[in-house]
Structures are given as C-alpha cells and as structure tokens.
C-alpha cells in the first residue's frame, strides 16, 4: 500500500488527536465549578471598542463602583461577532482593582544586563537615553551611505515595530523618523 504524506498526516493527526481525548478526555467540572464560584459582578455594561489594534472589535464591558469586572467579545458587532483575541481577552488586566493596578503590569522601563538573570528598574529619561546611544552607535557603524554611486542613506541593521494604538498623524512621524535615521524595516504591528 502506497501511501503519500498527505495521508500519513491525516492519519497521524487522527490518531494523536483520538489518543489525546482518551487518554485526557473532556471532564470540564473542575474548570465549570471554578466558573461558577468565581463569577464576575457588574452593575452596569457598556459596548465598547477594544483599545489594541485597528480592527475595531466590539466588547462589552462590565464595570462595578467604577471598576472593570470583566470584557467580553460582543456578539452584535460585525467585526468580531463576540469573539476576541488574546489581547482582547486580557485587557482587563490594564483595569485597576480596588484603586490598585494589576501587580502583573510593568509601569517603569526595566533593564536587563547582558548574561544577567535579574531585571533592574531604571528612569524613562536613562530608558530613552540608552535606546538613543545604540541607535547612534549602531548607525555610525552600519549605515550605507552610497551604492553604486548613488546616495541612499540606508539603514538595514536596525527594524522598527510601530504600534496600532497610533493616530495617522502620529504614525506619519514616526515614519519619518524611521527614515530620516536611514531605517528601512519598518513593520505595523495590527498589519491584518
């Protein structure tokens, strides 16, 4: 019997996905008790947009005494139709809890020194200094200046990742600079 690649991964996909629900199964009690004992509490809900990229996801969010309880995807939007990404799904980590913000989020620049295991937390101004010296340092050494006679002015040695929280004004500049430093792997990151 001759059997191609393509069969041998369905087969082998068949039977790893048959050998995973018999050996694990599908008892979902646990995660439905800690559902049920854990249940968020709102007062209010509001249809909102998620903040994280340009797609315009609806979420619906519950808030109590001012404070976000919980987000979920809305099933009336067109967009998403009730589901949400990762992104979308934890941002109501970003909310604060009781006045206190979540443990978990990094509000400083931290620096982590070569072959070092420990983050240090350091000022925004040494943050953007540092970043401002390798950038320079980088660009004194690597850019191309000239090709083939003619003058380019070309950075190929450094990328930059823009964000989707940005407006088209401040996306403009940023662009600029990118290019005005010779940069020339620029990349969106809400590219869909």
């Given at each position: 019997m001759k059997i191609t690649r393509?069969?041998?991964l369905k087969f082998?996909?068949?039977?790893?996905v048959g050998l995973l629900l018999?050996?694990?199964g599908f008892d979902l009690r646990p995660i439905r008790a800690y559902a049920e004992a854990n249940r968020p509490e709102w007062i209010s809900e509001a249809c909102s947009i998620c903040p994280y990229c340009g797609c315009?996801?609806?979420?619906?969010?519950?808030?109590?005494d001012g404070t976000i309880t919980y987000v979920q995807g809305d099933p009336d939007n067109p967009i998403n139709r009730g589901a949400l990404c990762s992104k979308g799904q934890a941002s109501i980590q970003l909310s604060t809890v009781d006045g206190k913000v979540n443990p978990?989020?990094?509000l400083r620049p931290r620096y982590r020194a070569?072959?070092?295991n420990e983050w240090v937390e350091i000022s925004w101004d040494q943050a953007i200094s540092e970043?401002?010296?390798?950038?320079?340092?980088?660009?004194?050494?690597d850019l191309i200046e000239t090709e083939n006679g003619v003058t380019v002015n070309r950075l190929e040695t450094v990328a930059a990742l823009g964000t989707a929280k940005d407006t088209n004004e401040e996306c403009y500049l940023y662009?600029?600079?990118?290019?005005?430093?010779?940069i020339v792997y620029v990349e969106h990151c809400a590219r869909v």
């Open positions: 393509r069969d041998f082998s996909s068949a039977a790893g018999g050996t694990f315009g996801c609806g979420v619906i969010v519950g808030s109590k978990q989020r990094v070569p072959y070092s970043i401002a010296q390798k950038i320079k340092a980088q660009r004194d050494s662009i600029k600079l990118m290019r005005a430093l010779g």
